[in-house]
């Protein structure tokens, strides 16, 4: 279809207008990242006078984000780990209603959604299982066959020609090996999807471990930076440095798999 | 059928089927209901200590008259996050949508970074903001300044909260715009040319052609938004920690139950059902007038 110049140089002024209410801020946030304290404190807006490196490194130092970042990474990798398999043990027989009652446990996974915050019964019972304030029980406590990966991989399964699953039986494959060998490499795209998502609801958590991890050897790196925050609250070009250390590992995740994101976020929405 | 043999083998799938559903009965659904029966007890998070059965007391004690003024002020703004965030984040991630869809030159860099908050997360989406707004000389204080006034951004009574909505709409418009590109992209662009062959174009080819096809993708842009902005508060735990006016029903929860020298299971779990049946009530209504608009189109 045809599209007048004006309206596409008007969609131009607006997309461009809008990018840079997102790449302002973040911008500034590198420059101020860059800055010494006299610096900053002198003009917080100018442009930074030099590239800074050793702020990085006072940072990660002064934080302690090398403790942090091994429990984010401990605790994400996991966790997301434990959630995929999970979640395709829970969505294949559902989607393919090789259970019974599939269709009632389906709406029982879904609404939770509805129900009542969780929240207090749920840290009596870590409390009472001697998890509180441990790995172990946090693992647990992320991992879900229920949640966004669930709800998309039923969606991805449904599209995967049932035929396939009986050809695989014919030739002796069984429903363990099936859904390992035949069925994980089919879901791919979709993989890589619940990958990303899953990954970012655990990194980016701070309420769970403001409840449920009072220690500070055992918090993630979210935790870790509002911390930092509380203690240099007057160090914005330290706390810039300890924002980026936090944001650098997930935008690089995300620069890998982002094409799988529009595709995926779709699946498992409009499924649901 | 299950092709994968019988007997014992029929059981695998079962078994496997079995440890999710544990999971979830054991700390997501049992915990939900027993927040029901925690509401009518005294229980707190002191160990050890005796509860018990106290009726409608907690209930009460959230509207009694001492401090009735707060909790509403805590009910009305949650409903206020909640529209405005629900409204604005939909209009505008669908609006930047139809233009990304309209094939701009660096559409996907766009879409990658209208998404990046999302994967920032919340702490550093709102450390982010809580540098631009430093009253003390931040780009935000500058502009004001340049118009010959000033403000304390997320430590002003009168603006914190509009200013918490601001981000939460910041953080997650690319996540409802990225729902809607997906729902613009299977409409086939015939249609449109069959409508501007009769005449049909901008607003009238929105109404009549856009909006009606993306149906599926707006009930579930609007039952998320509603339900997640219902129930979120870990921005206003980052931005202000509650003061300057900003605690919602869904922050509350936390802070009767968690907040520094508050531990009062019994009353945080009767907010958390009045805040339950804000969620339920308002979502079914939302789903009842979305699930009728798609069967009419």
Request: proline share 4%.
């Amino acid at each position: 279809m045809k599209q007048s110049r004006t309206s596409r140089t008007i969609s131009y002024i607006i997309v461009l207008l809008m990018l840079a209410l997102y790449v302002f801020p973040l911008f500034y946030l590198f420059n101020v990242s860059m800055k010494t304290q006299t610096e900053y404190l002198l003009n917080p807006v100018a442009l930074t006078e030099g590239i800074r490196l050793e702020n990085f490194a006072e940072a990660w130092t002064k934080g302690s984000f090398s403790q942090y970042m091994w429990n984010s990474v401990l605790y994400t990798g996991m966790s997301t780990l434990l959630t995929l398999i999970l979640s395709i043990f829970a969505a294949f027989p559902l989607a393919r209603r090789y259970v019974k009652f599939s269709t009632l446990i389906y709406i029982f996974f879904l609404i939770s959604m509805y129900l009542p915050n969780p929240l207090i019964p749920q840290f009596s019972l870590i409390n009472q299982l001697g998890l509180y304030n441990t790995q172990t029980g946090y693992i647990l406590l992320k991992t879900t066959g229920t949640g966004i990966a669930f709800l998309m991989f039923v969606g991805y399964i449904k599209s995967v020609s049932r035929e396939l699953d009986e050809a695989a039986a014919m030739d002796g494959c069984g429903y363990t090996r099936y859904l390992f060998t035949i069925l994980v490499p089919l879901m791919k795209p979709i993989l890589a999807t619940g990958i990303i998502l899953t990954a970012i609801g655990v990194w980016n958590d701070i309420i769970g471990p403001t409840i449920y991890l009072s220690d500070p050897n055992y918090q993630p790196v979210t935790k870790g930076l509002f911390t930092f925050y509380g203690q240099y609250m007057n160090n914005w070009p330290l706390l810039a440095c300890g924002i980026l250390i936090v944001t650098l590992p997930l935008v690089v995740l995300y620069v890998a798999l982002q094409r799988f994101i529009v595709g995926g976020a779709m699946a498992g929405a409009v499924k649901s | 059928m299950y092709p994968f043999g019988k007997g014992k083998a029929r059981l695998i799938p079962y078994l496997y089927l079995s440890i999710p559903l544990l999971l979830y009965v054991v700390f997501g659904f049992g915990p939900s209901l027993v927040t029901v029966l925690f509401s009518f007890t005294d229980a707190t998070g002191v160990r050890g200590q005796e509860w018990s059965f106290i009726g409608f007391e907690n209930y009460k004690t959230f509207f009694g008259a001492s401090n009735a003024g707060d909790r509403l002020d805590a009910i009305g703004r949650s409903l206020y996050f909640a529209f405005a965030v629900v409204i604005i984040q939909n209009a505008v991630g669908l609006f930047m949508a139809i233009l990304i869809n309209k094939k701009l030159r660096g559409d996907k860099l766009y879409r990658a970074v209208f998404f990046l908050p999302v994967v920032l997360g919340v702490t550093v989406s709102g450390l982010i903001w809580q540098l631009v707004a430093n009253p003390l000389g931040g780009p935000a204080q500058s502009l004001l300044n340049f118009f010959g006034t000033s403000s304390n951004f997320f430590g002003d009574y009168n603006i914190a909260f509009e200013l918490i909505i601001f981000v939460q709409i910041w953080m997650y418009m690319g996540y409802s715009m990225t729902i809607f590109l997906a729902g613009l992209q299977t409409i086939p662009s015939d249609l449109y040319e069959a409508a501007y062959m009769d005449g049909a174009s901008g607003w009238k080819a929105f109404t009549n052609i856009t909006f009606p096809m993306i149906a599926p993708s707006f009930t579930v842009n609007m039952l998320l938004s509603i339900i997640g902005a219902l129930q979120t508060f870990d921005i206003i735990y980052v931005l202000t920690g509650g003061k300057f006016n900003t605690t919602t029903l869904a922050f509350d929860v936390y802070a009767t139950a968690f907040g520094s020298g508050s531990a009062d299971y019994g009353l945080a779990s009767a907010v958390a059902m009045i805040q339950f049946l804000f969620v339920f009530t308002i979502s079914m209504i939302a789903l009842f007038y979305l699930r009728k608009r798609e069967v009419e189109v």
